[in-house]
C-alpha cells in the first residue's frame, strides 16, 4: 500500500527516469557512427576523410565548451578561440624547446587557459549582453596581437611543431590514435557536461541565464557562479586547442581571429545552443557544408552566410529543433 | 517595546534631478504585516530596490534585525532572511515550477560548487520545494514550466520562491499587480494564511487589499511619509484624503 510519504517521493520526483527519444538515440547513433569512422573511410577507400573528421571531433570539444556558458549561461563569448590558440602554443612553445611531453602539454594547455579564463572573465563577465559579446572579442584579439608579436615563435608566420606530443601507452603520431585521443575525450566531456548541468552548479547557472536579479534577490552571488562557469568553458576548449596543435603539426595566430570565434558560435547555434549534444551536430554539420559548398563554388562563405540566417529565422534551436520539442529538463 | 525588525531611516534617493525617495522613515516590529500606499510616482519601486539591495541608497540608513544593511548586496540580504517578490512577475520561465522552487531552497542549503550529483533527483530540494507549492495551492503543476502558469499561478509561485528561502521577512512588491478578482482573492487567502507568522512589508495598489491586510500602513508621496498609522487612523487622516485616498476614490 502507498504510504503519503512514498506518493511524495513520487510527486517529487520527475516521475520516471527519461527515456531515451529521438534525441538520445540521435546522439547514439552519431557517437557509434564517429566511432567506426576511421574503419568505414578506409573501407570505402577516402583516408583522407580523416582529417576532417578528426578536426570534426576537435572542433565539437570546442563547441561543447563554448555552449556550456553560451548555451546554458547566457554568455555569449566572441572570444572563444583564444582559448584554442592559448592550447595550440601550450603545445608548441615548449615542442620548440624541445619538450615533447603530452602530460606536460595537455596539463599545461588547460592551465594556462583556465588563468586567461579567470582573469579575462572576472572583467568581462561585469558587462552584459553586447558589452560581453564586444569585451570578450577584444580579449581575443589582444591574444591574437600578442602570438603576432612573439617573433621567437614565428611571429605572423607561425610554428611548424616536429613531433606530436608524447603519451603513455598511445602514440600521436598514428593519425588513428590520435582521432580515437579527441573522441574518446569527446565521449567523456559530454558526459561530465551532462552532470554539470543537471548539478546544484548547472542549475545556478542555468537560472542566471534567464533571471539573474532573481537568482539575486533569492541569494545567490551570480557572478561567482557564472566565473567559475566561464572558466570551465576556457579550459574545455584550451584542451581542444592542444589536440588541434597535435593534429595540424603547426600553430599560428590566426587560430585566435575573431573570425575563428564566429566560426565556434556558428557551430553552437547550428546545432542548437543548450542542448547537450547540438553542439556536436553544429560542428560535424558544419565541417560537411564547408567540404560540400566548397567543392561547388569558392563563394561558399557566402552560401554559408545565407544558411546561418536561414537557421537563425526559421529554426531557433539548430539542427536540435528537429529532434522534437525539449521538456524543461535540460 | 521590542526592537523593530526593520528600520529605515531618513532614505534618499535622487535620479539627475528627481528626488525619487526624499528623507523616507520606516520601522516594521516583528510579524507585524505593514503596508506603503502612495500614488504613482511616490517613489514604491525606488524604495523597495533599496530596501532589497538592488539600488544604493544616495544616504540615510536601512537596519534589519539590528544590523546596518545599507551597504550589503541583494544576495546577502536574502541570506540574512530578507526575501523580496517582484512586481512584475519574475519567475524562470523555462525550468519547471519546482525547479523555480527548488532553486531558491539550493540557494540557502550551502555553497552551490556541487558539480556532480542531479540537483533534480535531491530530495533535500525536491520535498521542501513540493511543500511550498503545496503551500501556494501550486502542487499540482509541479511539473508545468513555469512559462505554461496563469499569470495569477506564476504570482503564487513568485510568493513560493520568496518564501522558500524562509526569511524572516518578506517585501512583497505589488502581489496583486495584473490580476483578476478571482486571482486576487486567492493571493489574499494565501497572504491571510502567512499573516501574523511571518514579518510582511507589502507595497500595493489595491486599497482593498492593503485595508484588508495591513496592521500599519504607511501613506508615501513625493519620496516622503505623509502619514503612518493603523488603518483606521489612515482613512480618517485629512493629509491621505487629500493627498491620495481622495483622488483615486478609495
Excluded at chain 1, 534525441?23 to 569512422?37: C, E, K, N, P
Excluded at chain 1, 559548398?293 to 562563405?301: A, E, K, N, R
Excluded at chain 2, 512589508?201 to 485595508?211: A, C, G, R, T
Aim: with cysteine; net charge neutral; proline share 4%.
Amino acid at each position: 500500500m502507498e504510504t503519503p510519504a512514498t506518493i511524495d517521493r513520487q510527486a517529487a520526483a520527475p516521475t520516471t527516469r527519461p527515456r531515451l527519444g529521438v534525441r538520445g538515440w540521435t546522439m547514439l547513433i552519431v557517437l557509434a557512427v564517429l566511432a567506426i569512422a576511421p574503419y568505414l573511410l578506409f573501407k570505402a577507400g577516402h583516408g583522407f576523410y580523416l582529417d576532417v573528421a578528426t578536426r570534426a571531433v576537435i572542433l565539437s570539444i570546442a563547441a561543447v565548451g563554448l555552449n556550456f556558458i553560451l548555451g546554458y549561461g547566457g554568455m555569449i563569448s566572441f572570444g572563444h578561440a583564444a582559448y584554442l590558440g592559448i592550447g595550440a602554443y601550450s603545445v608548441g612553445i615548449p615542442a620548440y624547446y624541445g619538450v615533447y611531453d603530452g602530460l606536460v602539454h595537455f596539463p599545461l594547455a588547460i592551465a594556462a587557459s583556465a588563468l586567461f579564463a579567470l582573469l579575462t572573465g572576472a572583467v568581462c563577465l561585469r558587462t552584459r549582453g553586447v558589452y560581453f559579446i564586444m569585451i570578450t572579442m577584444a580579449f581575443a584579439q589582444m591574444v591574437y596581437y600578442a602570438f603576432v608579436s612573439l617573433e621567437e615563435y614565428g611571429g605572423d608566420d607561425g610554428l611548424v611543431i616536429n613531433a606530436r606530443s608524447r603519451l603513455p601507452v598511445i602514440d600521436l603520431e598514428s593519425n588513428i590514435q590520435l582521432y580515437y585521443l579527441s573522441f574518446v575525450s569527446l565521449v567523456a566531456l559530454l558526459y561530465v557536461v551532462h552532470r554539470i548541468v543537471n548539478s546544484r552548479f548547472g542549475m545556478v547557472v542555468q537560472g542566471s541565464k534567464g533571471n539573474d536579479e532573481r537568482m539575486r534577490a533569492i541569494g545567490y552571488h551570480t557572478y561567482v557562479y557564472r566565473l567559475v562557469a566561464y572558466v570551465i568553458s576556457g579550459a574545455i576548449c584550451g584542451y581542444a586547442g592542444a589536440l588541434l596543435a597535435n593534429f595540424s603539426s603547426f600553430i599560428s595566430p590566426e587560430m585566435t581571429y575573431w573570425t575563428r570565434s564566429g566560426e565556434l558560435i556558428f557551430m553552437v547555434i547550428l546545432g542548437g545552443t543548450g542542448s547537450l549534444f547540438g553542439p556536436v551536430l553544429g560542428a560535424v554539420g558544419f565541417l560537411a557544408l564547408e567540404e560540400i559548398l566548397s567543392s561547388f563554388t569558392v563563394y561558399w562563405p557566402f552560401l554559408f552566410g545565407v544558411i546561418l540566417i536561414m537557421v537563425v529565422l526559421f529554426a531557433r534551436r539548430g539542427i536540435d529543433s528537429l529532434l522534437g520539442p525539449r521538456d524543461g529538463h535540460g | 517595546m521590542a526592537e523593530p525588525i526593520l528600520e529605515v531611516r531618513d532614505l534618499r534617493k535622487s535620479f539627475g534631478g528627481v528626488r525619487a525617495v526624499d528623507g523616507f522613515a520606516l520601522s516594521v516590529s516583528e510579524f507585524e504585516t505593514h503596508a506603503v500606499i502612495g500614488p504613482n510616482g511616490a517613489g514604491k519601486t525606488t524604495l523597495i530596490a533599496q530596501l532589497s539591495g538592488m539600488l544604493k541608497p544616495d544616504s540615510g540608513a536601512i537596519r534589519f534585525r539590528g544590523r546596518d544593511i545599507t551597504e550589503v548586496p541583494a544576495h546577502r540580504r536574502s541570506r540574512l532572511g530578507l526575501a523580496r517578490s517582484f512586481q512584475i512577475t519574475s519567475v524562470f520561465r523555462d525550468m519547471t515550477v519546482i525547479d523555480n522552487v527548488a532553486l531558491a531552497i539550493q540557494a540557502h542549503a550551502g555553497h552551490s560548487f556541487r558539480f556532480w550529483m542531479p540537483a533534480r533527483r535531491d530530495p533535500d530540494l525536491t520535498e521542501p520545494a513540493l511543500q511550498m507549492l503545496r503551500e501556494v495551492d501550486l502542487a499540482e503543476r509541479a511539473h508545468d514550466l513555469a512559462s505554461a502558469l496563469s499569470h495569477g499561478e506564476q504570482r503564487q509561485l513568485e510568493i513560493a520562491m520568496a518564501l522558500a528561502t524562509s526569511p524572516a521577512m518578506l517585501l512583497l512588491d505589488e502581489p496583486m499587480a495584473g490580476m483578476g478578482p478571482e486571482e486576487s482573492r486567492r493571493m489574499v487567502e494565501t497572504l491571510q494564511r502567512l499573516k501574523g507568522e511571518k514579518t510582511m512589508l507589502l507595497v500595493e495598489h489595491d486599497m482593498d487589499v492593503v485595508f484588508a491586510l495591513a496592521d500599519t500602513i504607511t501613506v508615501m508621496v513625493d519620496g516622503r511619509v505623509i502619514a503612518s498609522g493603523p488603518p483606521q487612523a489612515i482613512r480618517s487622516d485629512e493629509h491621505v484624503r487629500r493627498a491620495y485616498l481622495g483622488e483615486e476614490g478609495g
